[in-house]
């Protein structure tokens, strides 16, 4: 039964260089406004009233809609008094009085597209804001009563050191945030990066030190990672992340938002007039066989800090997870954690990870 739910945003005001997700610029308020139309439709023929543990709106930039739109939408969902409610927004889009409407409208929690406070770097990868943007809305949240915000940073952007990441992480620490998600930079095929590579890229080598000197640097100040790319304090941990990396299921709402439900993965249209014309008809839709749910199990539950729970494998699959995958374990035994519930990566196996998983799939 699904307790979560995403809903895509796709409006940005400019595409940055890394991104490869569905997101459209210049769109007028008109067709923001059937955008909203589309997305209540889809969600009145599509959501069963189950009660909600979180909702979250990505993008894209959610952060451009007006409050009343971002209103009728939580208003379409049973929520529970202590539902996480996430909104993703940049830096140089918010003022204190939306901030503030946020919260009354049901927004507790916020993620603030950070990346880096390297003002060349950030212009080099098509943000918009500067440094010092990141700084203001952190505390204009803050001051406008948010207490639980999360700020994305990516490691590996063209030009970066291990001095300007170490950098990055001080002034993150400054600002008494409770969670922080990092992402080695990908380049994609979809983006501007992917048909136009950028120069001075740290290397893989020069990437993994990165993550490891990130891990090192917030578990020593009081972050837990508790999922491969993200660190929180203790209680901060992201219920809308932790639903994924359990593998439950979840609704995605918006043009090519991705659900899971009554086991089956979906994918809405990527292409804006498809979703428009028909925004309950998904592109894809594909039943997972016992085998592929076993694999999901296996493959997002090493993504979690804790790892994998054996006992629970033994009930949702009736199979003996040591003995099935002997192998592999013996093949990395010094890559894994055995744990009193089950299995889990170390550091070292987080940096190969995709090529253990393989092994499992």
């Given at each position: 039964m699904p307790k979560s739910v995403y809903i895509h945003i796709p409006f940005c005001k400019s595409k940055c260089k890394y991104c490869s997700f569905t997101s459209f610029v210049g769109i007028n308020d008109g067709i923001k406004q059937g955008y909203m139309y589309s997305l209540l439709k889809e969600i009145?023929?599509?959501?069963?009233?189950?009660?909600?543990?979180?909702?979250?709106?990505?993008?894209?930039?959610p952060s451009l809609m007006p409050i009343d739109f971002l209103s009728k939408i939580i208003k379409k969902f049973n929520l529970n008094t202590d539902s996480e409610i996430t909104l993703e927004l940049n830096p140089d889009d918010v003022t204190e009085e939306y901030l503030k409407s946020l919260l009354v409208i049901g927004v507790n929690r916020l993620s603030i597209g950070?990346?880096?406070?390297?003002?060349?770097?950030?212009?080099?990868?098509?943000?918009?804001?500067?440094?010092?943007?990141?700084?203001?809305?952190?505390?204009?949240?803050?001051?406008?009563?948010?207490?639980?915000?999360?700020?994305?940073?990516?490691?590996?952007?063209?030009l970066q050191t291990k001095e300007l990441l170490l950098f990055d992480l001080e002034k993150?620490?400054?600002?008494?945030?409770?969670?922080?998600?990092?992402?080695?930079?990908?380049?994609?095929?979809?983006?501007?990066?992917?048909?136009?590579?950028?120069?001075?890229?740290?290397?893989?080598?020069?990437?993994?030190?990165?993550?490891?000197?990130?891990n090192e640097k917030l578990e020593n100040q009081g972050f837990y990672r508790y999922e491969i790319s993200n660190f929180a304090k203790k209680g901060f941990e992201s219920k809308h992340n932790l639903n994924y990396w359990h593998n439950e299921e979840y609704y995605g709402f918006g043009v090519s938002a991705h659900g899971y439900v009554d086991g089956i993965r979906y994918s809405n249209?990527?292409?804006?007039?498809?979703?428009?014309?028909?925004?309950?008809?998904?592109?894809?839709?594909?039943?997972?066989?016992?085998?592929?749910?076993?694999?999901?199990e296996i493959f997002l539950g090493f993504r979690k800090r804790e790892g994998i729970d054996t006992k629970r494998i033994k009930e949702k699959f009736n199979i003996d997870f040591e003995k099935q995958y002997q192998d592999?374990?013996?093949?990395?035994?010094?890559?894994?954690?055995?744990?009193?519930?089950?299995?889990?990566?170390?550091?070292?196996?987080?940096?190969?990870?995709?090529?253990?998983?393989?092994?499992?799939?």
């Amino acid at each position: 039964m699904p307790k979560s739910v995403y809903i895509h945003i796709p409006f940005c005001k400019s595409k940055c260089k890394y991104c490869s997700f569905t997101s459209f610029v210049g769109i007028n308020d008109g067709i923001k406004q059937g955008y909203m139309y589309s997305l209540l439709k889809e969600i009145s023929e599509n959501y069963r009233g189950e009660k909600l543990n979180t909702l979250y709106f990505g993008g894209g930039t959610p952060s451009l809609m007006p409050i009343d739109f971002l209103s009728k939408i939580i208003k379409k969902f049973n929520l529970n008094t202590d539902s996480e409610i996430t909104l993703e927004l940049n830096p140089d889009d918010v003022t204190e009085e939306y901030l503030k409407s946020l919260l009354v409208i049901g927004v507790n929690r916020l993620s603030i597209g950070s990346q880096t406070f390297n003002d060349e770097i950030l212009k080099l990868i098509g943000r918009r804001h500067n440094s010092s943007q990141i700084e203001e809305t952190v505390k204009l949240a803050q001051k406008s009563g948010f207490k639980n915000i999360n700020v994305d940073l990516i490691y590996g952007l063209p030009l970066q050191t291990k001095e300007l990441l170490l950098f990055d992480l001080e002034k993150f620490l400054e600002l008494d945030i409770q969670h922080i998600s990092t992402y080695g930079l990908k380049i994609e095929d979809g983006s501007f990066f992917g048909k136009n590579p950028p120069k001075n890229l740290p290397d893989e080598d020069t990437q993994a030190d990165f993550y490891e000197l990130i891990n090192e640097k917030l578990e020593n100040q009081g972050f837990y990672r508790y999922e491969i790319s993200n660190f929180a304090k203790k209680g901060f941990e992201s219920k809308h992340n932790l639903n994924y990396w359990h593998n439950e299921e979840y609704y995605g709402f918006g043009v090519s938002a991705h659900g899971y439900v009554d086991g089956i993965r979906y994918s809405n249209f990527t292409e804006f007039e498809k979703y428009m014309q028909n925004p309950s008809l998904h592109e894809f839709g594909n039943f997972l066989t016992d085998k592929e749910k076993l694999e999901e199990e296996i493959f997002l539950g090493f993504r979690k800090r804790e790892g994998i729970d054996t006992k629970r494998i033994k009930e949702k699959f009736n199979i003996d997870f040591e003995k099935q995958y002997q192998d592999v374990l013996e093949k990395y035994k010094d890559y894994f954690i055995k744990s009193e519930k089950g299995y889990a990566l170390n550091i070292k196996g987080v940096l190969i990870s995709n090529v253990i998983l393989a092994e499992f799939i």
